[in-house]
């Protein structure tokens, strides 16, 4: 008689990718990942969404325990397929939501393959070929970039919040040597832009800066950090006995696509150095995770425009890139493959100018007696993960070799080429406003208005006029209900999904400003999907003006389901 456990095991096997071939298994095996692709393509629609939106019933979650016995694997493919009911298809030329690209297939394949035979970049050790993958992007990124590959150094690591600890806490042994093993005792801050991620706060919080040591330096109107103010709060600092961990530069802020001069900043940096007379030079780190892939225009000819572009999107592309080729002045760079580099969640590379900063976190080998015994690449020994995946690295391969560099300007200049034409379109109407003018980038945030307002001034009155707030806060509200009623058509297959901000700025008297926002990376997008922004503003115009007074909300206080698409709420990324 067989023990029950061992029919258990045979049975269970067959769950597994083979060790040895196996045709028919193999072919058992894709079948499998096929049937599931099968199931979701008959999801699809007219609507940037897989099947219905639905309720997402966490009550019932709650409730949910192991089952005694195995489920099939046909079975277990339905739960989830299932589950990715309601998700929005980020590739549907409709879908105008965040600054997150669909995936292209090469990627795809690329985090797959890693998975069925999970290597670990511990090591290469335990991840082989894998680990060369790593190198090959960290270098051919570097080249990008602007670094001298021969210095540089990269890692993929677990998203753009990420890029952001590595590099403060880089900084953080220069100003405060042997704080890793000691702890830091002194003062130490963070100085970035108002503007910049909210990720900043939460590196401060993880690494005991303390969030109240972030200082965030006021924008310009062009949503850029003011190099005067910069100089003048870190001098500050620097007076009253503290050290300055990090300087945080912005390439490309999630709500605007601002552009943060580093020549400017690093000319900051350099002076009080100097200045103060510091035996260490504050790490500069550019969180460019969105704005790095305009690198691939650095060396584009712009005169010649051998791609064609619009005259408007060419001017768009170098005023990017007249920001974006300073890079190399960082000495750190956050890269997110899996926001403008079209790979999936999650391919992110931190680049560290000079490899032989990553010493500063290094650990002893006494530390990690059970590893780093063979081969010749460990960034085991200095990365915050033991376990990391190969799939991120794989992902960005992929899509380097897929596109090149001409391959990654055309995407990028369609994108921005849609977004141009959105905003002529927003432009050229009596009841909407860009809010971002001077962007360069496929974001567009935007103000609808009723009937009667000065479209020309009002920007500038809500910025400003103290005795405007009244109005400023009732065209909030107007854009809150555009917003939700724009969505409850998307959701119905209708019209397009966009995204809210509830703070593109404040005004100079202290209150939050609403817009709404498009971000377009759908490779898909084409001047119809652009119309149908417009289009979709005016139905909800049309239907606030049959019935001026918003309906009450029926969802319960503290419901998570009262508003029918929270991630477009968030006006940050998504899910960093």
């Known amino acids: 008689m067989i023990a029950p456990y061992l029919d258990l095991v045979h049975t269970l096997r067959q769950a597994f990718p083979q060790p040895v071939s196996d045709q028919v298994h193999d072919a058992y095996f894709v079948f499998s990942f096929l049937r599931a692709l099968d199931q979701l393509d008959a999801m699809k629609s007219a609507s940037p969404l897989l099947g219905a939106p639905g309720t ?34 980020w590739g549907h030329p409709r879908a105008q939501i965040n600054v997150i690209p669909p995936p292209t297939i090469a990627s795809v394949i690329g985090g797959l393959l890693p998975m069925i035979y999970n290597p670990n970049l511990v090591s290469d050790e335990s991840s082989r070929q894998v680990a060369v993958a790593e190198v090959e992007v960290s270098t051919m990124t570097a080249a990008l970039v602007g670094y001298d590959p021969a210095q540089s150094a990269g890692l993929f690591t677990f998203g753009g919040t990420a890029t ?53 330096v006021p924008c310009s109107m062009e949503n850029e950090i003011r190099p005067c103010l910069l100089e003048s709060m870190g001098r500050e600092i620097l007076k009253n006995g503290g050290k300055i961990a990090a300087i945080v530069a912005t390439l490309g802020t999630t709500d605007h696509f601002g552009l ?38 650095n060396d584009y000819d712009f005169a010649k425009n051998p791609l064609l572009f619009r005259h408007r999107t060419v001017r ?69 993960e033991t376990s990391r995946s190969g799939s991120g690295a794989l992902s960005a391969l992929a899509n380097l070799r897929l596109f090149g560099k001409d391959g ?7 994108v921005v080429s849609m977004a141009e034409i959105l905003r002529e379109q927003l432009e050229g109407h009596a009841a ?118 918003p309906p009450r909300s029926t969802s319960p206080p503290g419901s998570t389901t009262g508003h029918p698409n929270p991630w477009a709420r968030d006006g940050r990324r998504v899910a960093d």
């Not at 592309?317 to 403008?340: E, N, Q, Y």
């Not at 100018?353 to 990690?368: C, G, H, N, V, Y």
Request: contains cysteine.
């Open 408 to 414: 990654l300007r055309s995407l990028l200049g369609h």
């Open 164 to 216: 952001l600890l590595y590099g403060a806490k880089l900084g953080l042994e220069k100003a405060c040597p042997g704080s890793g093993r000691q702890g830091h005792r002194q003062r130490a801050v963070i100085l970035c832009s108002e503007r910049a991620h909210f990720a900043c706060l939460s590196v401060a919080n993880w690494l005991g800066i303390g969030q109240e040591n972030v200082i965030h």
């Open 432 to 549: 909407t406003t860009v809010c971002n003018r001077g962007n360069f980038g496929p974001v567009t945030l935007f103000r609808v208005y009723p009937d009667g307002i000065d479209t020309f001034g009002v920007l500038e009155c809500e910025q400003k006029d103290v005795s405007y707030r009244d109005q400023l806060l009732a065209h909030n509200d107007y854009n809150r209900r555009i917003f939700q009623l724009v969505q409850e058509d998307a959701l119905k297959g209708e019209g397009v999904v966009i995204s809210l901000t509830d703070c593109y700025c404040e005004s100079d008297y202290g209150e939050p400003m609403v817009a709404l926002k498009s971000y377009i990376l759908s490779p898909f997008a084409e001047e119809q999907y652009v119309d149908a922004v417009l289009q979709s503003l005016w139905k909800a115009r049309a239907k606030i003006t049959a019935d001026p007074q």
């Open 56 to 89: 997402l019933d966490y009550e019932a979650a709650r409730k949910s325990r192991i089952e005694e016995n195995p489920s099939s694997l046909e079975q277990v493919t339905q739960t989830l397929v299932e589950h990715l009911s309601g998700m929005f298809i």
């Open 260 to 297: 943060d001069d580093l020549y400017a900043i690093h000319d900051v940096r350099e002076r009080l150095v100097e200045e103060f007379h510091l035996d260490y030079k504050p790490h500069l780190h550019a969180d460019a995770v969105i704005g790095w892939a305009w690198s691939v225009f």
């Open 316 to 384: 768009a592309l170098a005023g990017a890139v007249r920001r974006i080729r300073l890079l190399p002045l960082a000495d750190s760079i956050g890269i997110d493959f899996h926001k403008t580099g079209f790979c999936p969640y999650v391919s992110t590379l931190f680049l560290v100018k000079q490899a032989a900063d990553l010493e500063l976190i290094s650990r002893r080998q006494e530390d990690t007696p059970y590893l780093f015994h063979d081969g010749h690449y460990h960034p085991g020994r200095y990365t915050l």
